[in-house]
């Protein structure tokens, strides 16, 4: 059964230090999707994107943030000057149209900072 | 304002027993709901959606869901749970038809008493 692929299950990383977080979607899916889940909290959207460009974002995805699909296989979340506070379980998501239809999550990669 | 409730933080059961586990939302049209899954170290699964007809849905692993407008509820059950049901569990909306986000409520943790 297809699955969405997430690459490093934890990661951890200096403060102020850059992240690259990776997945792998489905691959005839066309929307992607970011969202987090700091210990304790909600699962919080943070971007939606399709046709190589953000569709919605979150007021979360500041300007620290950035999403990319370099290879159209890979689908990538940037954090350039990590902080404590972006500590948190980090998800992706594909689904093969809008959100109004089944959203496939991965496994989630874990970023601590320390 | 449009939110998500799950009011149960931790629940737990013995196995066998028959589970219910709570959702209110708070939309203004009837959104999309769902209910997901999280075991330790997995990614979110979906159990069922519900988008409109039939108010009670089937889904995986013998979960149902039963969707009541009149009281804003979409709560999961299972007649009779399994150890392996320990988990997080998780409701979602969809706020409207073409939403690029979900909206998470805060999760159920389940525990299982042998």
């Known amino acids: 059964e297809p699955e969405v692929t997430q690459t490093p299950s934890h990661q951890v990383t200096q403060m102020g230090q850059e992240v690259i977080l990776r997945c792998v979607p489905i691959?005839?899916?066309?929307?992607f999707y970011w969202y987090r889940q700091i210990l304790g909290q909600k699962v919080e959207f943070l971007v939606s994107?399709?046709?190589?460009?953000?569709?919605?974002k979150s007021e979360i995805f500041d300007d620290q943030f950035s999403v990319e699909r370099p290879d159209g296989s890979n689908f990538t979340l940037k954090i350039r000057s990590t902080k404590l506070e972006d500590s948190a379980m980090y998800f992706c998501?594909?689904?093969?149209?809008?959100?109004?239809?089944?959203?496939?999550f991965g496994q989630g990669t874990r970023l601590t900072v320390v | 304002a449009q939110s998500v409730t799950q009011p149960d933080i931790h629940i737990t059961v013995s196995e066998g027993a028959s589970l219910e586990l709570r959702c209110n939302y708070s939309?203004?049209?009837?959104?999309?709901l769902f209910w997901y899954v999280q075991s330790p170290g997995q990614g979110l699964q979906l159990l069922l959606k519900?988008?409109?007809?039939?108010?009670l849905v089937q889904g995986i692993k013998g979960f149902e869901a039963e969707f009541k407008r009149s009281q804003s509820s979409f709560n999961l059950r299972k007649p009779s749970v399994h150890w392996s049901d320990a988990a997080e569990y998780f409701c979602?909306?969809?706020?409207?038809?073409?939403?690029?986000?979900?909206?998470f409520g805060q999760g159920t943790r389940l525990t299982i008493n042998p």
């Open positions: 691959s005839n899916h066309l929307y």
């Open positions: 979602a909306v969809a706020p409207f038809q073409g939403a690029q986000k979900l909206v």
């Open positions: 998501a594909s689904s093969p149209d809008r959100m109004n239809t089944e959203a496939f």
């Open positions: 519900y988008f409109s007809g039939d108010t």
């Open positions: 939309y203004g049209a009837t959104p999309y």
């Open positions: 994107f399709y046709n190589n460009e953000i569709s919605e």
